[in-house]
């Protein structure tokens, strides 16, 4: 009912600030356990930690599918994940640095990290599932979308923290010790959080189909055979190819999301200096509100039309074109220049994001025992691969566009032009990546949508077996009457049919 959803999306933006904090606090981090590093090698090695949680993401994808879709249900396997995400944050919160404990520092810090990203592998996609199979077909899109929005909301509140963190303490002390207190602050969403858990219910859908294959396996006597939930998942071809296409897509959205609402705080004041840290997480804070009131609106109007992919193939080609344009009007300037850039990049991937969740479930719905597993298994790997490298990747390409430009001055060449193509580097990533996720979604995958509109192959084939099992009907009605025919032509000679007398 609306009390499990209502849990369920205070538990994302909770599972979302834990794990966005650390992102926004990058320099910080680097500075506390990276300080023999220069500035810049101290935010690479920051990012490489961060990294570090994508790396376990599709491990507890896998953990938290099989406890999720075999064991125990989608509540009890987000139980344990919230668990596995809020400890580490408050101890992140506590670890001495560099000078305390030396070497020793980095690397718990890299644990810790590690056992977030485990957690982080089984949450998200668990609650995805869990929300989208309480839903009508008709709202599936607009509860996915609340779905996400609730997930962004923890980098909402997390902009929120670090802002005020940096507003109210200097630099040196953010620097020293107040990057800290945004990670203590999960003490005080722990008891919200155990009250979030115990007030959830568990989704019919998989209790009703868990039971339902129980039954089966004991009409089979095979109980002891049944196989982990990722073995099912890769043995067949066609599931295979569905996971395949599925990160293909996540590939544009996840790098996007990442690059928009981490590294480009990160850009704007670090990297670039055009604004001190405090400003450049209001305008970060500002439009990820805006982002999730366009969320909104993109997964309901994703119900309205007759293919889930339709709003999705809207928003792609505006993703590939609206984030090279960003970092062009970041060459403005302007403030206005640095907040309608990053609005245009938001609005367009939120068409994307729309139906997203609710896509992610359906193409998995098919075997409920298996949906928790290809929802996690698929988006983690995603996230991981294009995601958790983005801010690297990014930070890679700025550095590279600084030599291209460093080089051009060089030559006497320092037209406006060539300056602004190097810095639109990082875009144009993630434009290659808009395409890849194009492809897929109109190529590689295939979902419960596809039998009534789009997909022509799969149509054809749908009334290729309708064809083939009337002409088989037909046949055999064919059949049944020449045999009628037959009987009665050997038997129009014969006397009239007398039935045997009981004497």
């Not at 990722?230 to 544009?252: N, T």
Request: with cysteine; charged share 15%; hydrophobic share 45%.
């Amino acid at each position: 009912g609306r009390k499990t959803y209502n849990n369920l999306y205070l538990r994302l933006r909770l599972y979302r600030y834990d794990f966005a904090v650390y992102g926004l606090l990058a320099p910080e981090i680097g500075h506390t356990f990276f300080p023999k590093s220069s500035k810049e090698l101290q935010l690479v090695n920051s990012f490489g930690v961060y990294l570090a949680a994508f790396v376990m993401r599709p491990i507890g994808a896998i953990l938290f599918g099989e406890i999720g879709d075999r064991l125990v249900g989608r509540k009890h396997a987000l139980v344990v994940s919230i668990l596995l995400i809020t400890v580490p944050s408050v101890l992140m919160g506590l670890l001495p640095g560099y000078s305390t404990w030396g070497y020793l520092s980095p690397i718990l810090l890299v644990l810790l990290r590690m056992m977030q990203g485990l957690s982080v592998g089984g949450q998200l996609a668990g609650s995805y599932v869990l929300s989208i199979e309480q839903s009508s077909n008709r709202t599936r899109g607009f509860r996915g979308s609340v779905c996400d929005a609730s997930s962004v909301g923890g980098f909402l509140l997390a902009s929120l923290v670090t802002s005020c963190v940096r507003v109210a303490l200097t630099s040196e002390q953010v620097d020293d010790w107040g990057w800290r207190l945004p990670f203590l602050f999960s003490l005080l969403l722990a008891p919200l959080l155990y009250h979030v858990v115990s007030h959830t219910e568990e989704s019919k859908f998989w209790a009703e189909r868990s039971e339902q294959k129980q039954t089966e396996e004991q009409i089979r006597e095979s109980e002891g055979d049944s196989r982990p939930a990722i073995l099912d998942l890769m043995a067949s071809p066609f599931r295979r190819r569905q996971l395949a296409g599925m990160v293909g897509i996540l590939s544009a959205t996840t790098s996007t999301f990442y690059i928009l609402f981490l590294w480009t705080p990160v850009y704007l004041s670090e990297l670039r200096g055009v604004m001190s840290q405090a400003h450049a997480d209001s305008m970060n804070f500002t439009v990820v509100a805006i982002y999730i009131v366009f969320l909104l609106l993109s997964g309901r109007l994703s119900d309205t039309f007759p293919h889930r992919m339709d709003l999705m193939r809207i928003g792609l080609p505006g993703v590939i074109a609206a984030c090279p344009t960003m970092f062009g009007m970041f060459e403005t300037g302007s403030w206005w220049g640095y907040f309608v850039g990053q609005v245009q990049l938001g609005a367009c991937l939120s068409m994307v994001n729309g139906g997203l969740a609710a896509f992610e479930v359906e193409m998995w719905m098919a075997d409920p025992t298996l949906s928790f597993t290809g929802v996690a298994v698929g988006h983690n790997l995603a996230a991981t691969l294009f995601g958790g490298t983005m801010p690297l990747v990014a930070t890679f390409l700025y550095y590279k566009s600084n030599e291209f430009i460093n080089e051009e001055e060089e030559e006497g060449d320092e037209d406006f032009i060539h300056s602004l193509l190097p810095r639109m580097l990082p875009g144009f990533y993630i434009s290659v990546l808009g395409l890849l996720s194009l492809i897929c979604v109109s190529c590689v995958v295939k979902h419960p949508h596809d039998v009534r509109t789009g997909a022509p192959q799969l149509r054809a084939a749908v009334e290729a077996e309708n064809r083939k099992f009337k002409a088989a009907l037909k046949a055999k009605k064919k059949k049944r009457q020449n045999l009628d025919d037959q009987i009665n032509i050997e038997g129009a000679g014969d006397a009239e049919y007398l039935p045997p007398q009981i004497t």
